[in-house]
T-cell receptor, first 111, second 117 residues
Framework: KQEVTQIPAALSVPEGENLVLNCSFT??????LQWFRQDPGKGLTSLLL?????REQTSGRLNASLDKSSGRSTLYIAASQPGDSATYLC??????????FGAGTTVTVRA | DAGVIQSPRHEVTEMGQEVTLRCKPI?????LFWYRQTMMRGLELLIY????????DSGMPEDRFSAKMPNASFSTLKIQPSEPRDSAVYFC???????????????FGPGTRLTVT
């Protein structure tokens, strides 16, 4: 069974600092990896999707890398802003085509 | 597009009552998923459909849970009878397959917060 782990569980940084969020998974036979953002009491918003054949994806201040062989992904958020405060979830699609989620990293960006 | 629509947004019911959660996926999407989120267990996939057909219901916790998708624009998740341990946020998500497989982004609805007393 796929296990997805996110470290750290919580992170607090001053505005302007770069954020580094880590995700690891136990089964490297994945179809893709997706990073989501969840605001309190809200649904999930997809941020980036990396196909298994890709090494990274970028969108604005966000960059996600994928090392499938070692079972790791990292989400980088450059020049953090208070509006980046949220919980960030990593999820992998296995070859059974089902998403397995990590528990998330809760980020607080202090103004 | 309005995105994935779920109703109700909040539901409070007493133990033993039937609960029905509703979902309208994004138009044109051919996959629909039901998830449950709790503090203890995080996000769990309950069941998913492809072209209105249930493909995998191995995540459905008990026979008290059932899901249907009568057409491409509507799905329900029913709990009968409900129990306090069913209290959670239930999310619906939809996706458009590529090349006949899952693999594209899943778009989530705002969720239904269910409280069973």
């Amino acid at each position: 069974k796929q296990e997805v782990t996110q470290i750290p569980a919580a992170l607090s940084v001053p505005e302007g600092e770069n954020l580094v969020l880590n995700c690891s998974f136990t089964d490297s036979a994945i179809y893709n990896l997706q990073w989501f953002r969840q605001d309190p009491g809200k649904g999930l918003t997809s941020l980036l999707l990396i196909q298994s054949s890709q090494r990274e994806q970028t969108s604005g201040r966000l960059n996600a890398s994928l090392d499938k062989s070692s079972g790791r992904s990292t989400l980088y958020i450059a020049a953090s802003q208070p509006g980046d405060s949220a919980t960030y979830l990593c999820a992998v699609t296995g070859d059974d085509y089902k998403l397995s989620f990590g528990a998330g990293t809760t980020v607080t960006v202090r103004a | 597009d309005a995105g994935v629509i779920q109703s109700p947004r909040h539901e409070v019911t007493e133990m033993g009552q039937e609960v029905t959660l509703r979902c309208k996926p994004i138009s044109g999407h051919d996959y629909l998923f039901w998830y449950r989120q709790t503090m203890m267990r995080g996000l769990e996939l309950l069941i998913y459909f492809n072209n209105n057909v249930p493909i995998d219901d191995s995540g459905m916790p008990e026979d008290r849970f059932s899901a249907k998708m009568p057409n491409a624009s509507f799905s329900t998740l029913k709990i009968q009878p409900s129990e306090p341990r069913d209290s959670a946020v239930y999310f619906c998500a939809s996706s458009l397959s590529s090349g006949g497989h899952l693999g594209d982004e899943q778009y989530f609805g705002p969720g239904t917060r269910l409280t069973v007393t």
